[in-house]
């Protein structure tokens, strides 16, 4: 991680020597009680902060926010098919530090029934995958995280934006070919199996563009990196 985050009651109480961030700052980072480590408290700021000890077993933070303009998300919203419960924590990690906005989950034609149900979509867990991604992307900010029960609850949530969906089968153009017109950008990425018919007309009658991301089969989790990225480029935002 290359900041570490917490949340603004963290700051305030006496924190456990046991938490995950204090063993990194004591054990793989090797913070000695009063040096200054990046710390940032969630949905609002980064800074610098030290930490003291109280006793055996806890410490006190003590911390300063800076100045500088943060790394606000970008404009982007994620549509995706539920996936394994053993990938979703690098793929909600990974959205996370590339900072898009919104991040809807849904239970898709093909996604396996039990996945939403599964410990992996606890909303603890989801928080936690988000809270890394973030640090690593060295923001204070996290994407917010909707979860569906079908297609169309997605979509509806999301009617002030330029639609784009993904599809190796049926499409009108790559996704390098497409052009941007509005500032918020939604795009639906597929489970592992991919989108059924029924949603490809639902896409369609919802006039979200079909593209296609090349010949290649990719993972949801590498797709949704990719589709990212190259949306990033198409925004000059890298």
């Given at each position: 991680?290359?900041?570490?985050?917490?949340?603004?009651?963290?700051?305030?109480?006496?924190?456990?020597?046991?938490?995950?961030?204090?063993?990194?700052?004591?054990?793989?980072?090797?913070?000695?009680?009063?040096?200054?480590?990046?710390?940032?408290?969630l949905q609002t700021s980064i800074g610098k902060a030290h930490y003291e000890y109280l006793n055996t077993k806890e410490v006190k933070?003590?911390?300063?926010?800076?100045?500088?303009?943060?790394?606000?998300?970008?404009?982007?919203?994620?549509?995706?098919?539920?996936?394994?419960?053993?990938?979703?924590?690098?793929?909600?990690?990974?959205?996370?530090?590339?900072?898009?906005?919104?991040?809807?989950?849904?239970?898709?034609?093909?996604?396996?029934?039990?996945?939403?149900?599964?410990?992996?979509?606890?909303?603890?867990?989801?928080?936690?995958?988000?809270?890394?991604?973030?640090?690593?992307?060295?923001?204070?900010?996290?994407?917010?995280?909707?979860?569906?029960?079908?297609?169309?609850?997605?979509?509806?949530?999301?009617?002030?934006?330029?639609?784009?969906?993904?599809?190796?089968?049926?499409?009108?153009?790559?996704?390098?070919?497409?052009?941007?017109?509005?500032?918020?950008?939604?795009?639906?990425?597929?489970?592992?199996?991919?989108?059924?018919?029924?949603e490809r007309i639902l896409f369609k009658e919802h006039n979200y563009t079909l593209c296609s991301l090349g010949k290649r089969v990719?993972?949801?989790?590498?797709?949704?990196?990719?589709?990212?990225?190259v949306l990033l480029n198409k925004m000059n935002l890298i």
């Open positions: 991680m290359n900041i570490i985050l917490f949340e603004e009651q963290e700051i305030e109480r006496a924190l456990p020597i046991s938490d995950r961030r204090i063993k990194h700052l004591i054990k793989v980072i090797k913070i000695q009680p009063g040096e200054m480590f990046d710390a940032g408290v933070l003590s911390y300063k926010a800076a100045t500088k303009a943060l790394l606000r998300p970008f404009p982007i919203r994620i549509l995706l098919g539920a996936v394994r419960p053993v990938n979703i924590q690098r793929t909600l990690r990974d959205l996370s530090t590339l900072g898009v906005e919104q991040i809807h989950l849904l239970q898709s034609d093909k996604s396996e029934k039990s996945y939403l149900n599964s410990r992996a979509y606890n909303r603890d867990r989801i928080l936690q995958y988000l809270i890394e991604g973030a640090e690593q992307a060295f923001s204070p900010f996290l994407p917010q995280v909707f979860i569906h029960q079908k297609l169309e609850d997605a979509m509806a949530a999301n009617t002030d934006s330029q639609n784009f969906a993904f599809d190796n089968y049926d499409f009108d153009m790559s996704w390098g070919e497409a052009i941007l017109q509005e500032k918020h950008i939604c795009m639906a990425i597929g489970p592992e199996r991919g989108w059924s018919n029924k990719l993972r949801t989790e590498t797709a949704a990196v990719v589709t990212v990225s």
